[in-house]
């Protein structure tokens, strides 16, 4: 079974609002991930948050880690509509092994 | 500039008739992966190199095979393919395993069709 799962599936706003995206895991991780994927493309390394970090910024990125709730939020802040696509949270449990939840898919109108 | 490299972005085969996709890197990563990903689901860890020690995944079917010449290229044969082999095969690396703070790189994917 996946370890990450994303909520909301699908998620369509107007421009210049923010975005919310949360990912529930199941096991303990040492950390969580945050990656992009543009429509035909590859996943693009956004942000990581360890286990012992509450909460971590990247530009109009805001990430926050609840290890108790076993739970993570990305919120785009002003968002463009350069930012529609999916959006994958992935844990990583030790050994070599990233597991990707399905995906938020974000579209942004102008 | 390109450091995960996928050829071709697109390929279309026939059913059972063998095909091979191809990954390189320009940056030297110890560690090469393929995944799976079909339409509007999460990525599939198939495999993955450690150098060139191989790891295949637990419940990756017999049909799919890999090879790791050097460091920088990665193949992915797939023997006989089947429709439910239609998918996206992202290619990915990173420079280490086993330290947590190891985010992946991806090549942009092959899409494969199968008619």
């Known amino acids: 079974s996946q370890q990450g799962e994303e909520d909301p599936q699908a998620l369509s706003i107007q421009e210049g609002e923010n975005a919310t995206m949360n990912c529930s895991y199941k096991t303990s991780i040492n950390n969580l991930q945050w990656y992009r994927q543009n429509s035909g493309r590859g996943l693009v390394h956004l942000i990581l948050i360890r286990s012992n970090e509450r909460e971590k910024h990247s530009g109009r990125l805001r990430v926050t880690l609840d290890t108790s709730k076993k739970s993570s939020s990305l919120l785009i802040t002003a968002s463009r509509a350069a930012d529609t696509a999916s959006y994958f949270c992935a844990t990583y449990t030790g050994g070599f092994k990233t597991i990707f939840g399905a995906g938020t898919r974000l579209f942004v109108k102008a | 500039d390109a450091m995960v490299i996928q050829n071709p972005r697109y390929q279309v085969t026939q059913f059972g008739k063998p095909v091979t996709l191809s990954c390189s890197q320009t940056?030297?990563?110890?560690?090469m992966y393929w995944y799976q990903q079909k339409s509007s689901q999460a990525p599939k860890l198939l495999f993955h190199y450690y150098d060139k020690d191989f790891n295949n995944e637990a419940d990756t079917p017999d049909n799919f095979q890999s090879r790791r010449p050097n460091t920088s290229f990665c193949f992915l044969d797939i023997r006989s393919p089947g429709l439910g082999d239609a998918a996206m095969y992202l290619c990915?690396?990173?420079?280490?395993?086993?330290?947590?703070?190891?985010?992946?790189?991806f090549g942009d994917g092959t899409r494969l069709s199968i008619l």
């Open positions: 990915a690396t990173s420079r280490d395993r086993g330290i947590s703070n190891q985010p992946q790189h």
């Open positions: 940056l030297n990563h110890n560690v």
